[in-house]
Structures are given as C-alpha cells and as structure tokens.
C-alpha cells in the first residue's frame, strides 16, 4: 500500500511517517503542493493522499481540487482546521475524508483502511448493479454510473450520481439529510449537513428541473418526478 504523505510540518511528518511504516504502510513524503501533483500525476501514483491544507506553495484546497480534476486517487484531508465551512469546501472539492490535527495514528490508519474500502469495493447497495433504473424520464445506469433525462445525458460528479442513486433506491420515500451523509459519505461529515443541500442543488440544475428532488421542510429529501 502506497501513502502519499503531503505535509510540510516536519515533526507531523516524521511522526506520521514512523507510525504508517510500522504498521506496514509504504510511505512518499512530499512538502509541496506542487510535488504531490507531481507524484499523483507519476507513473506509479499512490494510492492514499494524506493532504496537509497548509502547505509553503499553494492551499492545500487547490491541491485537491487539481488532484481530482484528474485523478480518482482517494484523497484524505489532514488539517489542524476543523471547523464545519472548511471540511464542506474539502468534502466539495472531492475529499473522501477529513482528520482534524492533532490526531492518534491508530485512527488515521483506520481512515485509510476505510477509504481504500470504499474505493476498491463493489457498491454496497442492494439494487440490482447491472439493470438500468428508468423512472420516468430519468434513467440511471449505476455499473456505468451514468445518468439521462430522456436520451440526454447528464453528467455528474460521483457524489452527485451516489447521491442521485441513493434518493433512487427507493423513489418517494423521504431521506434524511443525516442518512445521505452517513450513506455517500460515511459518517465522517456528520454535521455538515448543508454538503447535501449544496450536491442537491448542483444535481438539480443538471437535471433540467428542480421537481426531481423535492425538499421536505425539516426532513430531508426524496426524489420526486416533474
Ligand atoms: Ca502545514
């Protein structure tokens, strides 16, 4: 397992790199924004991200934003900033997760086992994978991951199209902004409810009509068909 560590604190780092060796982790240590794009971008990318958000040569937030611009490499957010507005912009930005410094290194490594999960495991929704969904005008192909109105396609990020998927698997009921949270994020976000408001917009206007995802007052969301 190949950890890219992006972190320009050298004692974090040494602590980070110590603690990840031992437990068997294969770690790049990089201390630049720049040369962790470098890295991603190499022939042997890693296969974790840990991001640092304050690095000498460019936020840490662009890094992520250029990383997923290009790449699927799973990305964990590492940052002494904790507050709810940053951990949206770097959940929005494509983030998988977020650790708040200063952090013990069993539970960053407990992260990583769990991102690389989510990212290398089939779906874990019981819908059938290989059948296209067609409600009303909307289909969605979730083994493609791809969605149209009529035959337009619509493209959507992968939050979105979990999100999309998720509201899908039972087209009517309710879901709680909680239950999306902890079912396309796992958990990790708790809090920062207004993510899922900010990914229903987004899908919305991709949609072509806000009917497709209808709020309900205090609750949550469900989807609806216009
Ligand atoms: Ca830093």
Do not use: N
């Not at 991200?49 to 590492?78: K, N």
């Amino acid at each position: 397992m190949h950890i890219l560590l992006v972190e320009d604190d050298s004692a974090v780092a040494a602590s980070s790199l110590d603690g990840l060796t031992a437990l068997g982790f294969t770690v790049e240590h990089v201390t630049t924004g720049g040369a962790a794009l470098a890295a991603v971008g190499s022939p042997r990318p890693p296969d974790v991200v840990l991001l640092d958000l304050g690095l000498p040569d460019m936020d840490g937030q662009e890094v992520c934003r250029r990383i997923r611009s290009g790449s699927e490499t799973p990305i964990i957010v590492v940052s002494a900033r904790g507050d709810e507005a940053d951990r949206v912009i770097a959940l929005e930005l494509g983030a998988d997760d977020y650790l708040v410094k200063p952090f013990g290194m069993r539970e960053l490594a407990a992260r990583i086992r769990a991102v690389l999960r989510r990212t290398q495991a089939p779906p874990l929704t019981a819908v059938p994978t290989a059948a296209v969904q067609e409600i009303g005008r909307l289909s969605i192909d979730r083994r493609a991951q791809r969605v149209h109105v009529d035959d337009e396609e619509v493209a959507l990020t992968a939050k979105e199209f979990d999100v999309l998927a998720y509201l899908a698997e039972d087209p009517g009921a309710v879901r709680r902004r909680t239950e999306i949270l902890e079912h396309v994020w796992e958990g990790h976000w708790y809090g920062a409810t207004k993510t899922v408001d900010a990914h229903v917009a987004a899908i919305r206007k991709k949609l072509g009509d806000p009917a497709w995802i209808e709020a309900v007052r205090g609750v949550g969301f469900r989807l609806g068909s216009p």
